[in-house]
């Protein structure tokens, strides 16, 4: 993908459904109810796509994320949400992609190309899953293989604190503090070969556990 091709910001429509729904629910449960610090805004380019990189321990960490960037971020959501009517126009404005289980990352690869080309920032999972000290261990090269293929930069984010949200058998989320860092923007891995992803990728990881460590 050239970057002669990709827009420099997500479509219009998606930045107002974004700002009502960061201002009227998103903003108030992450700085107040949370209580939430955020640091490092300033390294979050205000043009152009790229690739945001995280940790991931909590389901609130997709608006958490997106909330704290100051732009939508898109992310993957699985085929079936699409289906319905007044959900699927909602999550398509607000960013989301549709991935069909069973398609493996060649699908959710397409899908996140797709959204970037649209000025898309994408919001990537580093691990794939959850896990459940907001570590990463098991870095996964996906992300680097979509800022690769798209030429696009990739941004590191730390989400402490979100693994104590929800606590098994209970479904309010507590009232626990929460801390972000974003980091510096990390650029795209020279080539698609596994070596180069491997090395950005492990370097996202670094960066992404050092800021975690430093907690609250």
Not at 15 to 20: C, N, P
Not at 109 to 129: D, H, M, Y
Request: net charge positive; proline share 9%; hydrophobic share 40%.
């Amino acid at each position: 993908m050239k970057n002669s091709e990709l827009k420099e910001r997500e479509p219009i429509s998606s930045l107002i459904l974004y700002h009502l729904f960061k201002t009227s629910v998103v903003a108030p449960m992450c700085y107040g109810y949370f209580r939430g610090q955020v640091y490092g805004q300033e390294n979050v380019p205000q043009k152009h796509p790229l690739v945001v990189v995280s940790n991931h321990a909590s389901y609130f960490d997709p608006p958490l994320l997106s909330c704290c960037m100051g732009r939508p971020v898109a992310f993957m959501a699985k085929e079936e949400l699409f289906e319905v009517p007044l959900l699927r126009e909602g999550i398509r404005l607000y960013g989301a992609y549709p991935v069909k289980r069973g398609s493996g990352d060649r699908g959710a690869i397409r899908s996140a190309l797709t959204a970037l080309k649209e000025g898309w920032l994408v919001g990537i999972f580093l691990q794939g899953t959850r896990t459940v000290d907001g570590r990463i261990d098991d870095p996964k090269l996906g992300a680097a293989m979509i800022a690769a293929k798209a030429k696009v930069p990739l941004l590191p984010v730390s989400l402490w604190g979100t693994e104590n949200i929800l606590k098994q058998g209970s479904p309010i989320p507590r009232p626990v503090p929460l801390t972000i860092r974003i980091g510096e923007v990390i650029a795209p891995p020279e080539s698609n070969k596994r070596p180069a992803l491997e090395k950005v990728t492990q370097q996202c990881a670094t960066v992404i556990n050092q800021l975690h460590d430093l907690g609250r």
